[in-house]
């Protein structure tokens, strides 16, 4: 920042280090935030819709992402800018509330920030912009609710849902088979759905991986998979009707908490010690075995002694199991935690139709497989990719796709996809900019236009003359006041996302629209940056 | 040689004494500096400023936070920001105001200054024109008391949504007036303890899916195994709350066991067991469904709670607890012993919801409902922090109003008719204060005209527009204020653009104070004690770099002589 002299001609500071801030301010911020929001959007741009691309992404520490989520490729890419921030947050925002069309808002407040631009440079007042967006938000959010439909489905008759699943796999890398992981979502969320209260906790959904083998491979466990194997490897692979013990004590002599010290000075004593660490490590199995258990979970380690103990008696058992999965376990079986051995009682034991450790081609890696549980709450995804960074994106898609799943459970309500819903909500602020005079007639017609760079961009990435599509769908969405027409991404032959079955739920478009106006009413406000001079 | 006279040194060597009219017009100057940093962001056209300090971002519109943010270290211009954080503490709106308007009484008297009026008499006469603004702001107030219980709530809504104008959350004023009356209506009418108001902030949905909570709220805990076990929802439930860990522990620090015989072994672990257990036990018996703790409720604890269908919850901050304490009549325990049924408290409905990606552990319906929780959703962490300090500039004002319950036509009204009413009145003075006084009438002008600029409209224009109006003979002339979203003038006070006169009142008195103060300074004598340490770090670190370090220092000193 530069010094302030007075009529004297001397100098003064004013703000603490004020040569080593540095100060934008007027259009001049303005542009350089539109600038940077613009920046960060052309980057997602490439990667919306089923055609879109995918970015690779190193970090700091040499791992590398491949991924086309746009949540995910903004947080990686730790951005600097913070106009730039504000986009990551907005994104991850959306992830958080919707889990879906990450991408898309991004997208949409990038097209929404650069027609701004155009407006400021003919001299009107940023406010007055972001106040007719705001205004266009709601006619675009009311048209939207003008064409959803209601969409049904029920316990037998699953397609629709599947379908919905397959319309967000399929831009995704496992678009290969994405029947099948669609079908496996909709049954996970299904099995964990509460339809009366209409909410699914996503938590008890695990999704979980090992490196190698196929995508195809991936399947739904009605019940958890746990990355443990046996304590000892002469213990059975396979058990059935398994009485499941759940302990968060080690298979070891009890320590007290406060500090001790045992005196030790004379050979009797020493065998006393000895035959009664013995005596307790013989008193827990029995006790274990008293209750009827034929598999012991421990959130701990067990000493080898205890081990032994265990083989010799027949006792299956697991160690280190963490907190979380205790957890899930406890509430798929049924069981209680149980703190010490000799509160074991028959109740509190849990169920398991099989317990079964699996090996993986020749790797060591064992996973254990708990199913058939009476309370089967929890599940769990098992995906297998040919290697690491398939699996993560994997991993994400499916979490995509189980959002969209949970969406649905939550509010049935949807919009058609392909851009068509885009083109509708543009046609319906077009038509609600004509009745509003003032300024903000010309702030509604940029947000339209900034509407239509969604299914631009879909038509762009898939290789379609963008604008023929688009002024094509748009055409005939007046003409013959159907909603459903947008971009034929797949070239399938229609342009009516009814019969392709491509449709999002309507509270994430929605979502989508209030973010992205949010955040361009928040961006368009600032006149006045202050930062220190190195982040220039 | 012989003449040559000792130099007389009286002050540090490196101290700046700087006197005079030249540093009286220097201070004037550096305030005005700061004001023209945040004159843009007044009034419902106001801008927003983005700072970045090394503690993180800050989008802001309020006029004190921005002024904390910029680190002011001139000695006068360090008033502004004092007094802008004086009328935050006091009436928690009008920050960006006080400033404005300090700013312009001393851009005013500047040619006075220069042209060697004695600053004492300025100050008289500004005084004098202050105590008469203030009196005047009291006799034009329109008192809102007395009305029935929703009159009173929809005329509080109007001064909330007036506060909310100028902020990024704007568009939807109207739902949060709402809620920010409704919240503060919770509040005992005796103290309107604001502490009482939780304000929570989950990232994500957009600004309507905020919501008010009639009782408390709070961020699930870190919990352990077994939580999940636990059922989440309960009707009626009786609440215990505990300052005590209920974990599996040594009793005391440093005490220390000797064992001779290995055998008693065994009793060792079963009492520490049974130390836990008893506890645990007591608050069963205790007949409470929710235990929470301010101190940890470990993985023992809260399996035993979940095998007696009991909530618990632990490291809830002090700040909840207290909310919840006083929300649902239970008192805080130190001990489990002797629980009386008295101390434990309830609420209508218990549960556990989710917002966003977060779990909210939700308390509703509490009988005792003094304390109401607000959820503020919203696309960014600024935004919901933007959005939170908007609030609470709207609950300071409700909490005003209901308080003191007058208010006076905002948007300009109220400083245009002062303006007029100071013009006249000097008109009856003899004297050089005439001048000044009508130098202070000049500057409230201010306020409108500020307004306009940032609304870019033609500030000549309409102040020539409101001059005329407020000289008519209309009895409802002094109504009239600036109109922001036609460009034109109107009744401000028929339109609800309404401010509690408390808050005009504090901003002319902080703003008037401030200019005398500043006014009254002749020399700044700055001891460089105060700044050495950081200098003589930087000189220090720069040396290492060789031939640079003596360019700071130089810098060091230009520096000081500079203030």
């Known amino acids: 920042m530069s010094l302030v002299f007075d009529e004297y001609g001397r100098p003064f500071i004013i703000i603490k280090e004020q040569d080593k801030k540095q100060r934008l301010k007027g259009l001049e911020a303005h542009k350089a935030h539109i600038q940077a929001a613009k920046a960060v959007a052309r980057v997602l741009q490439s990667s919306l819709g089923p055609k879109g691309m995918d970015k690779m992404l190193q970090s700091p520490d040499g791992d590398v992402t491949i991924t086309n989520d746009g949540a995910t490729i903004l947080e990686q890419m730790d951005v600097e800018n913070q106009i730039g921030k504000l986009l990551v947050e907005l994104s991850r925002s959306q992830d958080h509330e919707i889990g879906d069309g990450t991408t898309g808002v991004v997208v949409l407040a990038g097209a929404l920030l650069e027609h701004a631009e155009g407006l400021l440079d003919r001299g009107i007042h940023p406010l007055w912009v972001a106040e007719g967006y705001e205004l266009a938000c709601k006619a675009a959010t009311e048209g939207l609710d003008k064409i959803a439909t209601k969409f049904e489905f029920n316990l037998d008759e699953l397609e629709p849902l599947i379908q919905t699943c397959m319309t967000t796999l399929s831009s995704k890398i496992v678009g290969r088979c994405k029947r099948d992981m669609a079908e496996m979502c909709v049954k996970a969320v299904l099995a964990v759905a509460d339809l009366e209260r209409k909410d699914v906790n996503l938590d008890l959904i695990k999704v979980d991986g090992k490196v190698g083998g196929r995508l195809e491979d991936a399947r739904l466990v009605k019940g958890i998979v746990l990355d443990k194997d046996m304590s000892h490897p002469q213990m059975p692979k396979e058990l059935k009707d398994v009485r499941m013990a759940i302990v968060t004590c080690p298979f070891e002599p009890p320590k007290p908490k406060t500090k001790h010290k045992v005196d030790i000075d004379t050979v009797e004593k020493f065998e006393t010690l000895r035959k009664n660490e013995q005596q307790y490590f013989a008193e827990m199995v029995k006790q274990c075995k008293d209750c009827g258990a034929t598999l012991v979970i421990c959130q701990w380690g067990f000493d080898d002694e205890a081990n032994h103990l265990l083989l010799a008696n027949e006792l299956p058992a697991v160690r280190w199991v963490g907190g979380v999965e205790i957890e899930l376990l406890a509430m798929a079986t049924g069981a209680r935690i149980v703190p010490r051995f000799s509160e074991l009682t028959p109740e509190k034991l849990g169920k398991a139709g099989s317990v079964k450790e699996i090996s993986f081609g020749t790797t060591k890696d064992r996973m254990l497989v708990i199913e058939g549980c009476p309370n089967s709450k929890a599940v769990t995804l098992f995906v297998r990719g040919g290697n690491k960074m398939i699996l993560e994106e994997t991993k994400r898609s499916l979490h995509d796709a189980l959002c969209v799943a949970r969406n649905l459970v939550r509010d049935n309500t949807i919009v058609y996809g392909g851009g068509s819903a885009e083109i509708a909500a543009s046609l319906a602020v077009e038509a609600a900019a004509e009745k509003v005079a003032g300024i903000e007639q010309y702030a509604m017609r940029a947000f339209s236009d900034a509407l239509d760079s969604v299914p631009l961009a879909l038509a762009e990435n898939s290789g379609l003359a963008p604008i023929e599509s688009l002024t094509e769908a748009k055409a005939r969405q007046l003409k013959e006041g159907n909603p459903h027409l947008g971009i034929d991404c797949n070239d399938v032959g229609t342009i009516d996302m009814k019969e392709q079955n491509v449709f999002e739920s309507l509270s994430s478009k929605k979502q989508q629209l209030f973010l992205a106006t949010q955040v361009c009413k928040m961006i368009l406000k600032i006149d006045d940056v202050i930062q220190p001079a190195e982040y220039a | ?563």
């Open chain 2, 1 to 563: 040689m012989a003449m040559m006279q000792p130099q007389i040194i009286l002050l540090r060597d490196g101290t700046d004494s700087s006197q005079g009219k030249p540093q009286l017009i220097s201070n004037i100057n550096a305030c005005m500096a700061v004001v023209d940093t945040i004159r843009t962001t007044l009034g419902p056209r106001g801008m927003d400023k983005l700072i970045h300090t090394n503690r993180g971002v800050t989008i802001s519109n309020d006029g004190a936070t921005i002024m904390k943010l910029l680190d002011i270290v001139h000695p006068a211009a360090k008033t502004l920001a004092d007094i802008s954080l004086s009328q935050d503490a006091e009436v928690g709106d009008g920050t960006t105001t006080v400033v404005i308007l300090a700013g312009e009484f001393l851009k005013e008297c500047k040619p006075f200054v220069e042209e060697g009026v004695h600053p004492q008499v300025i100050i008289r006469a500004f005084r004098q024109a202050g105590q008469l603004a203030v009196a005047q702001v009291k006799t034009l107030a329109v008192s809102i008391a007395g009305k029935d219980e929703e009159e009173t709530k929809d005329l509080l809504r109007k001064c909330a949504s007036t506060a909310m104008n100028s902020k990024l959350i704007s568009g939807e004023k109207e739902f949060f007036a709402e809620m920010v009356v409704d919240a503060v209506s919770k509040l005992d009418r005796d103290t309107l303890n604001l502490k009482m108001i939780g304000t929570k902030k989950v990232q994500g949905g957009g600004l309507r899916d905020s919501f008010l909570v009639d009782g408390v709220a709070f961020k699930k805990t870190f919990s352990y195994a077994g939580f999940e076990m636990q059922p989440k929802s309960y009707k009626d439930p009786k609440i215990l709350l505990l300052n005590i860990e209920l974990e599996l522990k040594a009793e005391k620090e440093n005490a220390e066991i000797r064992l001779e015989d290995p055998g008693q072994y065994q009793s060792i672990v079963d009492a520490e067991w049974n130390i836990i257990y008893q506890k645990l036990d007591q608050c069963a018996a205790s007949g409470a469904k929710i235990v929470l703790s301010r101190l940890a409720i470990g993985d023992l604890g809260t399996q035993y709670f979940a095998d007696r269908d009991i909530f618990c919850a632990g490291r809830v901050t002090e700040e909840d607890l207290g909310r919840v304490a006083a929300a649902t009549g239970a008192q805080v325990q130190t001990t489990v012993n002797n629980l009386n049924p008295n101390t434990l408290g309830t609420c209508a409905q218990f549960e556990e919801q989710q917002v966003g990606a977060e779990r909210y552990n939700l308390f509703k319906g509490c009988p005792r409902a003094r304390t109401a929780t607000m959820v503020l959703r919203g696309g960014s962490e600024q935004f919901i922090d933007e959005a939170e300090r908007s609030l609470h500039d709207a609950i300071m004002i409700v909490r005003r109003a209901m308080k003191n319950a007058s208010v006076v036509p905002g948007g300009g009204a109220i400083d245009m008719q002062l303006s007029r009413y100071l013009r006249d009145h000097a008109r009856t003075i003899a004297g050089k204060s005439q001048l000044f006084i009508n130098a202070f009438a000049k500057a409230l002008e201010v306020i409108p005209r500020q307004l306009c600029d940032n609304a870019g409209l033609d500030a000549t224009d309409i102040l020539n527009r409101l001059r005329q109006q407020h000289a008519s003979k209309d009895p409802q002339a002094h109504n009239y204020g600036v109109d922001v979203n036609t460009g034109g003038v109107k009744d401000n006070f028929a339109a609800f653009v309404w401010e509690p006169s408390v808050v005009k009142i504090n901003a002319i008195t902080a703003a008037t104070e401030a200019a005398c103060l500043v006014l009254s300074v002749d020399e700044t004598v700055r001891n460089p004690r105060s700044e050495q340490p950081d200098g003589q770090d930087a000189a220090a670190a720069m040396a290492g770099r060789g031939g640079r370090g003596r360019g700071m220092r130089g810098r060091g000193m230009r520096g000081r002589g500079r203030r």
